[in-house]
């Protein structure tokens, strides 16, 4: 008797929809990313972009990232973050629209 095979064609990601609400920043992270309201996963990109035009991912330590003076204040006033406590950080300067 031969086997049969169920032939699943594969679902597509769907992308979840807490990341596609659009989130308010404040006036401190606005100065980077813009003071429009957009989703998180856009103002992350705008945020990489600005850290990326301007060189502030550490050389040696690439998980680090040096703040200059428009991110110092999004950073709390530290000089340099861990990646992941950036985007601790950004979450506490972004509110749901």
Known sequence: MPKTTSTKTPSKRKPNAAFMKPVQPDEKLSEIVGSK???????????????????????????????????????????????????KLVSGHIKAS
């Open 37 to 87: 309201p957009l989703p998180r996963s856009e103002l992350t990109k705008k945020l990489w972009d600005y850290i990326k035009k301007n060189g502030l991912q550490d050389k040696k330590k690439r998980t680090q990232i040096n703040a200059d003076e428009s991110l110092k204040p999004v950073f709390n006033g530290k000089s340099q973050v861990s990646m992941f406590e950036m985007t």
